[in-house]
């Protein structure tokens, strides 16, 4: 088995109350597609995104507007929207980080395949981890990525993750980075290759072999019709339909998502992927939102250093270099 190298690994800080052997058994009776494959037809849209980038904004608001009838959202949602690679979609144990990477592309076989598209969420590289693909053009109908500016995220990563700003800018540029959530009986299922930031999401900008939308999470704020029905229009082109955007469900989808609502909605339900601190407090999922700006969080340290060693990133993202 291969060890568990935490200083390569985010720590989530979430130990599962089950094993993983009841949490698959549970979700085997639950997930479409989890007998033997019958049919061939797979289509997966991957809703992508390096940790702490927006994906859970994002997935709320397509749940919104294509899983509920007016676009009121609610959390209960975001259960047809589900992360891969994940225990909930593997039939057995994965004992190491190279079992795993070689189940991706079996599993998504086993799970996904029918006549219905599924909308999957996954923090994964497309870049190869030891020779294994994380998918394939025959599996994936297209994706929607979205890359937030490394400035922002860096303070989301040291709140989500109980990091310092050097151990989470260490984690951005290391391209050997991985993410595992911890379960009570040391299964890899949802063993995930992320690589730096910056492999990251050049990895989805540049694949040929299927459409992938390219969202900016600042986008969101300051263009957020225009960028919503841009996805929606994506979605619908993927799934070859026709239909003309339904603007007042839009509106409820976009005014019942906003972040404010969401922080709101956590406080008074609380929200299962909410962490715990290392010191065992939990900690709330959306805390800053569009409020982190790095011009006034960010320690001048931290940010010349990203600025020096993402330089070329920024400006291909259209990112402002001003300190």
Wanted: proline share 2%.
């Amino acid at each position: 088995m291969l060890n568990y190298i935490k200083a390569n690994t985010f720590d989530h800080n979430r130990i599962s109350g089950h094993s993983s052997v009841v949490e698959r058994l549970v979700a085997n009776e639950k997930v479409v597609g989890s007998s033997p494959i019958a049919r061939s037809i797979i289509m997966i849209i991957w809703i992508a995104s390096y940790p702490k980038s927006g994906n859970t904004y994002l997935r709320s608001f397509i749940s919104s507007y294509y899983f509920s009838k007016k676009g009121k959202f609610n959390f209960e949602l975001l259960l047809n929207i589900l992360q891969f690679p994940s225990i909930k979609f593997t039939k057995k144990k994965i004992n190491s980080e190279s079992e795993a990477s070689q189940s991706w592309i079996f599993n998504q076989k086993q799970f996904f395949s029918g006549d219905k598209i599924h909308f999957i969420k996954t923090h994964s590289s497309l870049d190869e981890y030891k020779g294994n693909s994380f998918t394939t053009k025959n599996l994936t109908l297209g994706a929607i990525y979205i890359v937030r500016d490394p400035r922002n995220l860096i303070t989301s990563m040291t709140h989500h993750y109980s990091l310092s700003y050097e151990e989470a800018f260490t984690k951005l540029i290391n391209e050997k980075q991985t993410l595992l959530e911890k379960s009570t009986d040391g299964d890899y299922s949802n063993f995930t290759f992320l690589g730096s930031w910056s492999k990251h999401y050049k990895s989805w900008k540049n694949i040929n072999d299927f459409k992938v939308l390219f969202i900016k999470y600042e986008d969101f704020e300051d263009n957020k019709i225009d960028t919503f029905k841009k996805i929606v229009n994506f979605i619908n082109t993927l799934k070859n339909e026709k239909s003309l955007i339904d603007e007042k469900k839009l509106i409820n989808s976009i005014n019942s998502t906003n972040f404010s609502n969401l922080r709101n909605k956590e406080e008074n339900e609380g929200f299962e992927e909410s962490v715990y601190s290392r010191s065992g407090q939990k900690k709330r999922f959306f805390n800053l939102g569009f409020n982190n700006r790095w011009q006034k969080i960010l320690p001048k340290n931290i940010l010349h250093k990203l600025n020096n060693t993402l330089q070329n990133d920024l400006y291909d993202l259209g990112y402002k270099l001003d300190e």
